[in-house]
């Protein structure tokens, strides 16, 4: 089992990593536009909505630890 301190760290981490998400999605999709032929564009959409969609989830994930670590404590 890991200790309340872990816990809390990793919880912050997942939480940080979906604000990196959602800024790594944009700079995804503004640098591999490319040449803005429409199969580059399509790419880059496809692409930044990929990592875009990772954010969610460490957001969810950031929650669950919390409330891990917060029964943990009691």
Same mark, same amino acid.
């Given at each position: 089992? +890991?200790?309340?301190?872990? +816990? ?7 939480? =940080? +990593? @979906?604000? =990196?998400? &959602? +800024? /790594?999605?944009?700079?995804? #999709? #503004?640098?591999?536009? @490319? ?15 990929? =990592? /875009?969609? #990772?954010?969610?989830?460490?957001? &969810?994930?950031?929650?669950? =630890?919390?409330?891990?670590a917060d029964k943990?404590?009691?």
């Amino acid at each position: 089992m +890991l200790s309340k301190k872990t +816990l809390d760290m990793l919880s912050n981490l997942c939480f =940080v +990593l @979906g604000f =990196v998400s &959602i +800024l /790594g999605s944009i700079f995804i #999709w #503004w640098i591999t536009r @490319g040449d803005a032929s429409i199969e580059a564009l399509a790419h880059a959409e496809r692409f930044g909505i990929f =990592v /875009g969609l #990772w954010a969610p989830t460490f957001f &969810i994930i950031s929650s669950r =630890v919390e409330r891990y670590a917060d029964k943990a404590e009691s």
